[in-house]
């Protein structure tokens, strides 16, 4: 059974700094892997989508790795600013015929001015 | 107009009301997705429409019925439910099921349950 891990739950990190936000999962026979960012109160926004046979993606100051065989994405973070505030979701799509997605608890970022 | 909107935003019901969430999806999708979220749980999947048809129900209790009249539309009808049902319901949609396509959430429905 698929199970997916986002770890520390909580960081808290000055304004400028470059950070980087970890997920792990135990099944390597993964699809896909999308990292989502969820505001207080609101639904989740995709950030960046990595099929399996890619090895990063980056949108704009973001920038997403994947290493399937470790078990492990990582969701850098470049000049952090107070309004990437949120908490930080990845999902693992494990494949098949549904490709279900497994989401993990989530990293809650706070960027301080 | 947002690419998946969800309505009401709040619901507060007794246990023993009937009461229905609404999602609506712009963005000409064929899957439709309710996901239930808890405080400090991972986000779980509840039901799934492909091209209308359900497709996956996740052992969900008998109080949730879904209903999806066409590919933009779906419905999540609660009734008696109980206090530990008080959530965010997430509705999310994909190009298809089954393809590696990119998930798309609405703001979602905040349930509590007196």
């Known amino acids: 059974k698929q199970e997916v891990t986002q770890i520390p739950a909580a960081l808290s990190v000055p304004e400028g700094e470059n950070l980087v936000l970890n997920c792990s999962f135990t099944d390597s026979a993964i699809y896909n892997l999308q990292w989502f960012r969820q505001d207080p109160g609101k639904g989740l926004t995709s950030l960046l989508l990595?099929?399996?046979?890619?090895r990063e993606q980056t949108s704009g100051r973001l920038n997403a790795s994947l290493d399937k065989s470790s078990g492990r994405s990582t969701l850098y973070i470049a000049a952090s600013q107070p309004g990437d505030s949120a908490t930080y979701l990845c999902a693992v799509g494990n494949g098949g015929a549904t490709n279900k997605l497994i989401f993990g608890t989530g990293t809650l970022l706070a960027v301080q001015p | 107009e947002t690419g998946v909107t969800q309505t009401p935003r709040h619901l507060v019901m007794g246990m023993t009301n009937k009461k229905s969430l609404k999602c609506e999806q712009h963005?000409?999708?064929?899957?439709m997705y309710w996901y239930k979220q808890s405080a400090k749980k991972p986000l779980e999947l509840m039901f799934v429409?492909?091209?209308?048809?359900?497709?996956e129900n996740n052992s969900v209790p008998s109080r949730f019925s879904p209903e999806c009249p066409n590919s933009s539309h779906l419905f999540l009808h609660l009734h008696t439910l109980q206090p530990e049902d008080s959530a965010l319901y997430l509705c999310?949609?994909?190009?298809?099921?089954?393809?590696?396509?990119?998930?798309?959430f609405g703001e979602g429905s905040r349930l509590t349950v007196l």
């Open positions: 990595i099929q399996s046979s890619q």
């Open positions: 963005l000409g999708h064929n899957a």
């Open positions: 429409y492909n091209f209308k048809e359900q497709t």
């Open positions: 999310a949609s994909s190009p298809s099921y089954g393809d590696t396509g990119e998930l798309f």
